[in-house]
């Protein structure tokens, strides 16, 4: 039997791909904000129905360069429960984290505590809508206003999403999605700022683009972030079969609730409101359950299963942050519980129901 992953990329039909990428032949030209580019970059502002967007090489440089073009300076308060992207991203721009809990059922940053980690340093507040879980934006945006701080929201598992109605990506000073071969949504590599306000966007440009404003001009120390056309390419394809993709993701994932729903010891994630999903990840929390988060992890691996402990270890427990004021896993304790017990199942759009059913097998048997 075939191995199963966590997730698999989606691929769009062969032929559509070639017919995009033929034109790269003909043209010859391969990156530096070219058509497939400038294509990409229209279908997504109107697909996720936000006002400014720009694109770049990956989930990464575009959160990175984003914090960077906000020139900002001192502590920005973040959540440990993520990939290491967010974390690295603040302290590459010789900023500092400051970690705050998170909220046991969204797993996104606790708002009950974010108010008092707030100093006179604090410049900004990094949210991550985690495994697509929408952070609670309304306090967010009202504690951020209240102390003057800039709001960055590291959307890279909430492509798509939408919440009351307004894509995800319209909320706080800045949103990113990133586009990775693992995500709901891929151009193999690549990832995007959604921004307010213009100006931010233009010094985003410069930074991905070397500050290069025409042949005889650069303007700023930029460096090079630029998303090439191969991967636009790809972008525009996955694009045209992105609903029906997430179609596919929201059927195996009832098929999962079907089976674990209701199961001592299991947790499922919980349902928001007003909220249009991705289903990007499928996290289960083993708590109390028969067996322990590991046990079921290596029962899996057994048999030829790979689900994934995202996010464990908490980013605020890497030996490279250990000089960090509130590093430490046992000081954000709901986050430390959490990934301690969660396991993020296998799913893709054309994992088969008879698949999740073998796998909900192990888990429960
Ligand atoms: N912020 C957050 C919250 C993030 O989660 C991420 C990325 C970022 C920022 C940064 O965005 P990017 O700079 O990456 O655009 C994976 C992804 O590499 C990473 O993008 C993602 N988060 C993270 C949660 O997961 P790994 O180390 O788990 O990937 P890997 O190589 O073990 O792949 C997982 C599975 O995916 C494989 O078992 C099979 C499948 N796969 C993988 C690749 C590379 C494919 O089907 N096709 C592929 O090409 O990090």
Known sequence: MDRILVTRSSMPPMDEYINEIKELWDSHWLTNMGPKHNEFRHMLKEYLGVEHIDLLVNGHMA???????????????????????TTHAIVRNNLVPVFCDIDPVTYTLDVEKLESLVTDRTCAILPVHVYGNICNVEEIERIARKYGL????????????TYKGKGIGRYGDASIFS??????????????????????????WDLKNFGIHGEEEVAAVGANAKMNEFCAAMGICNLRHIDSEIAKRKKVVEKYRE???????IRLNAVQEDTELNYAYFPVIFEDYKYTRNEVYIRLQ??????????????????CYRSYPTAGAEKTPVAQYLALRVLTLPLYADLSLEEVDRICDIILK
């Open 302 to 319: 057994q048999h030829g299963i790979s689900a994934r402990k995202y996010f464990f270890p908490l980013t605020n427990s890497f030996e």
């Open 150 to 161: 800039k709001v960055i929201y590291d959307a890279a598992h909430a492509f798509g999403e």
């Open 179 to 204: 586009f990775h071969a693992t995500k709901v949504f891929h151009s193999i590599e690549g990832g995007s700022v959604c921004f307010q306000d213009r100006e931010l966007g233009r010094v985003l």
């Open 63 to 85: 959160l990175e360069m984003v914090l960077q073009a906000m020139n900002l300076q001192g502590e920005v308060i973040t959540t440990p429960f993520t990939f290491a992207s």
């Open 259 to 265: 089976r674990l729903e209701g199961v001592e010891g």
